[in-house]
T-cell receptor, first 116, second 116 residues
Framework: AQKITQTQPGMFVQEKEAVTLDCTYD???????LFWYKQPSSGEMIFLIY??????QNATEGRYSLNFQKARKSANLVISASQLGDSAMYFC?????????????FGKGTRLSVIA | GAVVSQHPSWVICKSGTSVKIECRSL??????MFWYRQFPKQSLMLMAT?????????EQGVEKDKFLINHASLTLSTLTVTSAHPEDSSFYIC????????????FGSGTRLTVV
C-alpha cells in the first residue's frame, strides 16, 4: 500500500494567489514525521516544512504552512502569495517511526506552475 | 546548516563501464546515508541505506552487486554503478540527517547519470 499519496499530478496558480497541495499518508505508528520538499528543475531537494505527529499546532515557515489533520491523515501544504519562483515539483514525505535513522518515503509529487 | 556535497553533478559513460558517485557530509558526521534514484518525472525511490562501517541494506529489487555502496568513514559514502547499462540512466541523490539537530534531512545536489 502506498504510504504517501499526492493526488494532484499538476497544479496551476496565479501569481500572488494561495495554493494548497494535497497529501495523505498511511501509517499505524503513533510517532511519525511529515515533510514537504521542493525540487526545482535543477534537481536539488529543498526542505520546506516539517510536522511531527505529536505537534498540536500546524507548522508554519514563512509563506509555507502545513494543514495537519491527524484524524484524516492529511498534511496539506499551503503556499501563500505564490511567486514565479515557486514553480517546481513538490514532494510530501514521511518518516516513521520517529526514532533512529529511518529514511524518508516520498509521494509521487505535484508539479506546481505559477502563472504571471 | 548541514551540507552534503555530492559529486559528480552529471556524468556520461559508456555501457559496461563503472561510475562512482560520492557523497560527503561537510560539517557533520553522517552515520547513516540514504541513496535514492529518481527516473524522469517520477518520485524518489529509496535504493539503499548505508551505515558507517557496516554493509548497506538494499531495498527489494535493487541489485546489491550492481550498486555497490561503501560507507567507510563518518563523512563519506560512495555509490558505484558497476557495468552500467542505458537503463541505469537516472538521477541519483543521497541524503543524511544530522543527529540531534532537528528533523531535517539534508540532500546532496544529485548526480545525473547517462549511460550511452
Amino acid at each position: 500500500a502506498q504510504k504517501i499519496t499526492q493526488t494532484q499530478p499538476g497544479m496551476f496558480v496565479q501569481e500572488k494567489e494561495a495554493v494548497t497541495l494535497d497529501c495523505t499518508y498511511d501509517t499505524s505508528d503513533q510517532s511519525y514525521g511529515l515533510f514537504w520538499y521542493k525540487q526545482p528543475s535543477s534537481g536539488e531537494m529543498i526542505f520546506l516544512i516539517y510536522q511531527g505527529s505529536y505537534d498540536e499546532q500546524n507548522a508554519t515557515e514563512g509563506r509555507y504552512s502545513l494543514n495537519f489533520q491527524k484524524a484524516r491523515k492529511s498534511a496539506n501544504l499551503v503556499i501563500s502569495a505564490s511567486q514565479l519562483g515557486d514553480s517546481a515539483m513538490y514532494f510530501c514525505a514521511m518518516r516513521e517511526p520517529y526514532s533512529g535513522n529511518t529514511p524518508l518515503v516520498f509521494g509521487k509529487g505535484t508539479r506546481l506552475s505559477v502563472i504571471a | 546548516g548541514a551540507v552534503v556535497s555530492q559529486h559528480p553533478s552529471w556524468v556520461i559513460c559508456k555501457s559496461g563501464t563503472s561510475v562512482k558517485i560520492e557523497c560527503r557530509s561537510l560539517d557533520f558526521q553522517a552515520t547513516t546515508m540514504f541513496w535514492y534514484r529518481q527516473f524522469p518525472k517520477q518520485s524518489l525511490m529509496l535504493m539503499a541505506t548505508s551505515n558507517e562501517g557496516s554493509k548497506a541494506t538494499y531495498e527489494q529489487g535493487v541489485e546489491k552487486d550492481k550498486f555497490l555502496i561503501n560507507h567507510a568513514s563518518l563523512t563519506l559514502s560512495t555509490l558505484t554503478v558497476t557495468s552500467a547499462h542505458p537503463e541505469d540512466s537516472s538521477f541519483y541523490i543521497c541524503s543524511a540527517r544530522e543527529t540531534g539537530t532537528g528533523q531535517g534531512y539534508t540532500f546532496g545536489s544529485g548526480t545525473r547519470l547517462t549511460v550511452v
